[in-house]
């Protein structure tokens, strides 16, 4: 099975052939997040540059739905991790990439799927609007095993194929699917306890390398992952408003949370100013709006300082499935990739989509 992927899109694309691979220069990764950045990637299998109408070309990289996901779990979590850990995410991404190609249930006609994911030229992207997918220069062997292990298994909901999403750390209670995206309810994608993502998150504070097991390197950057705090002055933040919403409040007087999901995190947010006051949400609007990037996560307290504006937070990214410091946790302590699919994603079940040998 083949999935196509959009790598870039650039006024230019550098590109260099090599015998079997090949190299994108400046990619950029992590778009509008703190971790945003550019790096040389190099892929195996077939690349398609697509001028665009407006000018701009497009690198799309048609490859093998195993060997993308070897390279999905490589830049998403460390190949050092623990194995189970790296076969509980070949699992979920296997899952996801297959919705995202429009084959949502076991029993779809996959001759006549229709892409989910929102693009036109490719099924899904190689950024984190997708999912992580950076070539090869992260992929080991272990990456290679863990998905040959788990080769065709999806997560299922009676014969329907799981949303699996997934966060980096979930703070420690993960987050109900409709207060991150559409009011729509999703049984598996419940908000659950977790207490293993606070443990490393504790070990941090005596060494600065406890994560380096299981993260990858610009990953590691990000020290407080668990519990964070931000800062503002009325008029930072005012500033801030404006240029991420387009948007004159005028002086800030207020944030108010009108709505929060089970985890604690915000959905519905009052923003009062001076000038006019406005309800925003969901949960990654608020973090993009308040934040010159984005807020780790919409789980946060505000407190007044002063004039200013203290934002006392938890966790990083939506908080909806699994969370990947946690299950890290989890596979650590000697919990297998089916346990680990099992808290997270409560009432699913494990299925081949298709057999091991194909």
Same mark, same amino acid.
């Given at each position: 099975?083949?999935? &196509?992927?959009?790598?870039?899109? *650039?006024?230019?694309?550098?590109?260099?052939?090599?015998?079997?691979?090949?190299?994108?220069?400046?990619?950029?990764?992590?778009?509008?997040?703190?971790?945003?950045?550019?790096?040389?990637?190099?892929?195996?299998?077939?690349? %398609?540059?697509?001028?665009?109408?407006?000018?701009?070309?497009? *690198?799309?990289?048609?490859?093998?739905?195993?060997?993308?996901?070897?390279?999905?779990?490589? +830049?998403?979590?460390?190949?050092?991790?623990?194995?189970?850990?790296?076969?509980?995410?070949?699992?979920?991404?296997?899952?996801?990439?297959?919705?995202?190609?429009?084959?949502? +249930?076991?029993? %779809?006609?996959? =001759?006549?799927? $229709?892409?989910?994911?929102?693009?036109?030229?490719?099924?899904?992207?190689?950024? %984190?609007?997708?999912?992580? #997918?950076?070539?090869?220069?992260?992929?080991?062997?272990?990456?290679?095993?863990?998905?040959?292990?788990?080769?065709?298994?999806?997560?299922?909901?009676?014969?329907?194929?799981?949303?699996?999403? #997934?966060?980096?750390?979930?703070?420690?209670?993960?987050?109900?699917?409709?207060?991150?995206?559409?009011?729509?309810?999703?049984?598996?994608?419940?908000?659950?306890?977790?207490?293993?993502?606070?443990?490393?998150?504790?070990?941090?504070?005596?060494?600065?390398?406890?994560? $380096?097991?299981?993260?990858? %390197?610009?990953? =590691?950057?990000?020290?407080?992952?668990?519990?964070?705090?931000?800062?503002?002055?009325?008029?930072?933040?005012? +500033?801030?408003?404006?240029?991420?919403?387009?948007?004159?409040?005028?002086?800030?007087?207020?944030?108010?949370?009108?709505?929060?999901?089970?985890?604690? &995190?915000?959905?519905?947010?009052?923003?009062?100013?001076?000038?006019?006051?406005?309800?925003?949400?969901?949960?990654?609007?608020?973090?993009?709006?308040?934040?010159?990037?984005?807020? #780790? +996560?919409?789980?946060?307290?505000?407190?007044?300082?002063?004039?200013?504006?203290?934002?006392?937070?938890?966790?990083?990214?939506?908080?909806?499935?699994?969370? $990947?410091?946690?299950?890290?946790?989890?596979?650590?302590?000697?919990?297998? #990739?089916?346990?680990?699919?099992?808290?997270?994603?409560?009432?699913?079940?494990?299925?081949?989509?298709?057999?091991?040998?194909?």
């Amino acid at each position: 099975m083949q999935i &196509r992927v959009g790598i870039l899109t *650039a006024p230019h694309i550098e590109v260099e052939q090599r015998e079997h691979t090949f190299l994108l220069k400046h990619v950029h990764i992590g778009i509008g997040f703190h971790w945003d950045r550019f790096e040389d990637q190099e892929f195996e299998g077939a690349l %398609d540059i697509v001028h665009n109408p407006d000018g701009t070309e497009t *690198a799309i990289n048609t490859i093998d739905l195993e060997d993308y996901l070897t390279s999905v779990i490589s +830049s998403e979590m460390s190949t050092h991790s623990e194995l189970e850990l790296l076969k509980a995410h070949a699992v979920i991404s296997r899952s996801w990439a297959m919705r995202a190609m429009g084959i949502t +249930s076991l029993d %779809d006609d996959r =001759q006549h799927r $229709q892409p989910t994911a929102g693009h036109t030229l490719f099924d899904v992207c190689a950024d %984190d609007h997708c999912q992580r #997918y950076e070539g090869l220069r992260r992929r080991n062997e272990r990456a290679v095993n863990a998905v040959n292990a788990t080769r065709g298994e999806v997560l299922t909901f009676g014969n329907e194929i799981c949303d699996c999403r #997934y966060h980096k750390c979930c703070g420690g209670k993960t987050e109900e699917f409709e207060t991150c995206w559409e009011d729509k309810h999703i049984p598996y994608l419940e908000s659950v306890d977790c207490p293993y993502c606070g443990k490393v998150a504790q070990r941090l504070l005596t060494d600065h390398r406890a994560h $380096q097991g299981f993260l990858n %390197d610009y990953d =590691q950057e990000t020290l407080n992952f668990h519990d964070w705090e931000v800062t503002y002055s009325p008029e930072e933040l005012a +500033s801030i408003i404006r240029e991420k919403s387009g948007i004159d409040f005028g002086d800030i007087i207020a944030l108010n949370p009108l709505k929060r999901g089970k985890s604690g &995190r915000i959905c519905e947010l009052e923003i009062v100013g001076s000038k006019r006051r406005m309800t925003i949400g969901k949960e990654l609007k608020i973090r993009l709006w308040l934040s010159p990037k984005c807020l #780790y +996560s919409s789980w946060f307290d505000i407190l007044r300082t002063g004039n200013g504006f203290r934002l006392q937070g938890h966790g990083w990214g939506h908080g909806a499935g699994l969370c $990947q410091i946690g299950a890290a946790e989890m596979a650590q302590e000697g919990f297998s #990739y089916r346990d680990i699919l099992a808290h997270y994603y409560p009432n699913t079940e494990l299925k081949f989509a298709y057999l091991k040998n194909i």
